[in-house]
């Protein structure tokens, strides 16, 4: 108050939860505050009149940039003209009032503001801290639990002010006195009467306030009692406030969760007993919010969400160590291991992190242990369970169920979420662990005419069916619905039918909300001007959007908010997709005229639709793009069956296969190596067998196939015998998939946690620079000098014989362009610690990125693509520069290590130019044929023609030694090397044929890339044509690929 009423400059306020806005309005109240924003189609006029008559003005919701319409009054421009002070706001001239205010606020929550913006404003945080929360919600519950006990605070405190501003009147009225007085005081009997009577008064004041005093602390005593409650809610609070970096449709309101702190204090069950009512009352708000949370996020949030909760609610209590819980999430920041890992069995990466974990308290001699007890930690490691697996001698009995959590994290990282799980269940209890299902009506009962109800969408789902079957039943059906799908040009048509809705007291739905993005900032105001007063009470809104940073935060804040994924599992899948339109009608499924052949080849599509949704959890070794297929691309492919068949006597197989696999699901498919797998899928569902052979199985363990032609129900029957969780051999793939998928969970919930931590570290800030300037100083130590190109260019001219000259040196230009990136930004990171230069923004995300062990996306922005975490990333970084240096040093190598590469394709278009120059032949004909070497091979001299290449891993099988050939993956182990391999160039014509694979090569695990301005994928190398003794759909379905560099 004292910054906003003193500052020479108008205050910007940071507000995300309204307080400064509740506070302006609340001050400003008799002064006829005008309340405008930029969105408004008459804002300017507003300002002109309030400048004008003094009024005082309120601007919300302003963004990170500010209308330059704004300056003059933010700089205060004024000057004299005939005599009055005026001041120029666009193209009109107007007089400027000495009474006028001006308040500006933004709900964004950590805004960045340009330079030329800041010096223009007194910018002031309203973030609501912890310790004010506390104090506002300890106020609610004794005002509510001991409505006597507050009255009476609240008069002690009116009381306190009167009373000290009589004193303050009595000692100004002795100084007028004393200052007046002439001549000897004494003799002024006027005096003398009026010092006399303010001591009087100033002692009844004294006494007063003394008791004032002695009542007061036993009304503070009292309300302490109820810390506990408000303390534990304001930690659950800036839990939830925190879940908009993981989502932007993530938003809840101060207002909206003191309602329901209200509610959880009005509906819990009372007890006399202070202590026995504050666990009653923290259990039931704790379960009310979560429920409450729960049903506006998706499926892969709920367990996540829970957890913070735990873990805040424990980190309050002092119970979790604060670098214990930054290691669960990062698994430590570290460059060089100078410990030899001590068994083949125990990957580099859990060694690794097994070692940095040594270095906390808690973890004091376990490397050494861990090096002498091989059998107990080995059972750990192979376990299917290891939560169940007690912990080696000692060990069990001395780590929390939190540090074994940690311990888990490093030797099965794929086995966390059923860790987690149990923590949560053991902490909190398993209605944490069970996330309430999708309720409708009881999203519906806690709106209002003016609270909008927002279906948060996500591939697959569908909210429609639903929400038009509830208005049917609540009698909005027909008429009593409006629905319209926002998009261009449709803003006009949705407000004349909000206005309708709103007289009238009829539902309206608008879908696809984030299509709209120009059009939100007016559904925003149409939100705000809602009046319980001037809106029929049977108004409802219904809004439907996929996540969108554009999404209007007031609607989210004060929203009902709800997700309705499609359901997860094959068996659940397939269920609903028997349950759906059309199949559901028994007219349809039983009209066809081929009815067996119908049957059969609708349960293989059913079949399909579930699998290639399925796939998905596999990340890129089920697809390399996560495909939005949906119940549409269902519906128009069980008609078109239906279609076929009733037309044709034959069944079309190709025609079908076609239309489904190419157009409606195919035609959302632009990666062309997953083009393949879309139609091997599709293949073992549209084919003769599924029809004609009873005995035909969908998968070896012979548990899925298609029933005999039977009816409706018997379908239903028999997919309720499926297993609820399917195994990967159910989806053609080996069963380490499984460990794939849980490990990418895994990252998924470490990755999210981290993004609600901020830039936070274990400690203070001192130990995070400590951290910083360790690990920064490191890096820099370790780098090499910066290639010189043209020492390099003297030494190896460009040749016509020899391509590699040139691909060497544009090697180390684009090298000495991220290594000058990595020294400047970790030079500047270290000036900025010690506060030599401004820490930039750039810097700060440098700064997060290390403490998190990340690589900083400013690096990423320069650099090769990579998913190494930092300490590995920078090992990598260097050994590429070795190569290159070695390479410069020593001459062309005889084997090149083809992962080191910055950009593979100049090197690989190097390989076939030689040879085209060598023979004279058009580059354009050229391909080339892959022979892989046996480990003994000399590689004293290279080869020929082509070139040796090494460095490769395999991804989803493993390479056969003895018979050359890709065979199955062993259990557990998920990559395997690659022996070196012959790259000989030939005319694509002289290209032997034989049994092969193309395997594509990948430069990362991620698989999808973006393409470049060069016309070459981000991420995609080329294909290899590689020995197999299998069928080629077989290696396809398995997602088998070969990767330059792992995420270790």
């Not at 006990?149 to 000692?171: D, G, H, P, V």
């Not at 200052?179 to 008064?201: M, R």
């Not at 005889?894 to 030689?914: C, D, E, H, L, P």
Request: charged content about 25%.
């Amino acid at each position: 108050a004292i910054v906003v009423s003193n500052s020479r400059r108008w205050p910007l306020m940071i507000d995300p939860q309204g307080q400064a806005n509740k506070w302006i309005k609340n001050m400003e109240k008799t002064s006829n505050l005008h309340t405008i924003k930029l969105t408004d189609a008459d804002y300017v006029r507003t300002l002109e009149n309030c400048i004008q008559f003094g009024t005082p003005v309120l601007l919300e919701d302003v963004g990170e940039e500010l209308d330059p319409l704004l300056e003059p009054i933010l700089l205060k421009q004024t000057f004299k003209q005939g005599g009055a002070i005026c001041i120029r706001l666009g193209d009109s001239t107007i007089e400027y009032s000495k009474d006028f205010r001006f308040y500006i606020t933004t709900k964004l929550r950590n805004p960045h503001y340009l330079p030329e913006t800041s010096v223009k404003v007194t910018l002031l945080n309203f973030m609501i801290t912890p310790e004010g929360l506390e104090d506002q919600l300890l106020g609610i519950v004794v005002a509510r639990e001991k409505p006597e006990l507050e009255e009476e605070r609240n008069e002690l405190i009116i009381q306190s002010a009167t009373n000290q501003k009589q004193l303050k009147e009595i000692e100004d009225k002795i100084l007028e006195v004393l200052s007046s007085s002439e001549g000897n005081i004494l003799e002024d009997e006027t005096a003398i009467q009026v010092l006399s009577s303010s001591k009087v008064l100033a002692n009844e004041i004294s006494e007063k306030q003394e008791v004032a005093a002695v009542t007061e602390k036993k009304i503070n005593e009292t309300r302490q009692e109820y810390t506990p409650i408000s303390v534990h809610s304001s930690v659950l609070f800036f839990t939830i406030s925190d879940l908009a970096a993981i989502d932007p449709m993530y938003q809840y309101s101060l207002p909206w969760f003191i309602n329901l702190f209200i509610n959880a204090i009005d509906n819990s069950e009372a007890n006399d007993d202070i202590s026995k009512r504050l666990v009653i009352l923290t259990d039931f708000f704790t379960e009310l919010l979560y429920r409450n949370i729960c049903r506006s996020l998706f499926e892969k949030d709920k367990l996540l969400f829970a957890f913070l909760m735990c873990c805040n609610i424990l980190k309050n209590q002092k119970k979790m160590n604060e670098e214990e819980w930054r290691f669960l999430l990062t698994g430590g920041v570290g460059l060089d291991n100078p410990h030899k890992n001590p068994y083949t069995w125990l990957p580099v990466k859990a060694w690794d992190e097994i070692c940095r974990l040594n270095d906390l308290k808690a973890f004091d001699g376990l490397r050494q242990h861990f090096v002498s007890h091989e059998a107990g930690w080995k059972a750990i490691y192979d376990s299917s369970d290891p939560t169940e697996v007690p912990m080696p001698d000692h060990w069990d009995a001395k780590m929390t169920e939190f540090q074994k959590m940690v311990m888990v994290r490093c030797l099965r990282p794929d086995k966390i979420t059923p860790s987690v799980q149990s923590f949560v269940r053991n902490n909190l209890g398993a209605v944490y662990v069970e996330p309430p299902p999708f309720d409708l009506p009881g999203s519906f009962a806690d709106s209002s005419n003016i609270t909008p109800l927002i279906f948060v969408l996500s591939p697959g789902a569908d909210p429609m069916v639903a929400l038009m079957k509830f208005a049917d039943d609540q009698g909005f059906g027909g008429s009593k619905l409006s629905s319209l799908s926002l998009g261009q040009g449709q803003g006009p048509i949705a407000v004349k039918m909000l206005e309708n809705a709103i007289k009238q007291g009829t539902w309206v739905v608008l879908q696809n909300c984030h299509l709209s993005v120009s059009w939100m900032p007016t559904l925003e105001k149409i939100c705000d001007d809602l009046l319980p007063d001037t809106t029929h009470s049977d108004f409802r809104l219904w809004l439907t959007s996929y996540p969108s940073p554009t999404f209007p935060v007031p609607i989210l804040q004060n929203g009902v908010k709800m997700t309705n994924e499609p359901p997860k599992g094959l068996r659940m899948n397939l269920v609903r997709s028997y349950l759906a339109d059309p199949i559901c009608d028994a007219e349809f499924f039983n009209s066809c005229k081929q009815p067996k052949a119908f049957k059969k080849l609708l349960f293989g599509l059913c079949f399909f639709h579930a699998t290639v949704q399925e796939r998905r959890q596999f990340g890129p070794l089920g697809w390399n793009i996560p495909y939005e297929f949906n119940e549409t691309d269902l519906r128009i492919s069980v008609q078109q069956l239906h279609m076929f068949l009733n037309q044709y006597e034959e069944l079309p197989i190709d025609a079908i296969s076609y239309l489904t696999g190419e157009c409606n699901y195919g035609g959302r498919v632009t990666d062309s190596h997953d083009r393949r797998v879309i139609i091997g899928i599709l293949e073992k569902f549209y084919n003769l067998p599924i029809v004609n052979d009873d005995k035909y199985v969908f998968s070896e363990s012979g548990k899925y196939f298609a029933p005999k032609d039977g009816e409706y129900d018997s379908y239903l029957e028999y997919i309720k015998t499926l297993p609820l969780l399917a195994k990967p051999e159910v989806f053609n793939m080996h069963s380490n998939a499984d460990i794939t998928k849980d490990q990418k969970e895994t990252n998924m919930l470490f990755d999210s946690i981290l993004l609600t931590e901020g830039t936070g570290g274990g400690g203070g800030a001192g130990d995070k620079d400590e951290v910083l300037l360790e690990v920064s100083g490191g890096i820099i130590a370790k780098l090499p000098k910066s290639f010189d190109t043209e020492a390099a260019l003297r030494k190896y001219p460009t040749a016509y014989k020899q391509s590699m000259n040139t691909v060497l040196v544009q090697e180390m230009g684009r090298f000495n362009v991220l290594l000058n990136c990595v020294r400047s930004s970790l030079t500047n990171l270290q000036k900025a610690i010690k506060g030599l230069v401004v820490m930039s923004q750039e810097l700060e995300e440098v700064a997060a990125a290390v403490l998190n062990g990340k690589i900083p996306e400013l690096w990423q922005g320069n650099s090769y693509p990579s998913l190494k975490p930092l300490g590995s990333y920078v090992n990598d970084l260097i050994q590429r520069l070795k190569f290159l240096q070695d390479w410069y040093d020593d001459g062309v190598p005889n084997v090149f290590w083809i992962s080191g590469f910055y950009f593979t394709q100049a090197f690989i278009t190097g390989v076939k130019q030689n040879y085209a120059r060598k023979f004279t032949i058009p580059i354009d004909t050229l391909g080339f044929d892959y022979e892989v070497m046996d480990e003994d091979t000399s590689t004293e001299k290279p080869p020929e023609d082509g070139a040796y290449v090494d460095g490769l891993f395999v991804d989803g099988a493993r390479w056969c030694r003895t018979r050359k050939v890709f065979a199955e993956s062993t259990p557990k182990i998920l990559f395997d090397t690659m022996p070196m391999i012959w790259m000989k160039p030939m005319k694509k014509l002289e290209i032997p044929e034989a049994p092969i694979y193309w395997c594509p090569v990948y430069k990362t695990s991620e698989r999808r890339g973006t393409l470049s301005t060069t016309g070459h994928s981000t991420n995609f190398v080329i294909d290899m044509r590689l020995a197999s003794d299998k069928p080629e759909m077989h290696w396809v379905l398995r997602g088998l690929a070969l990767l330059c560099q792992l995420d270790d």
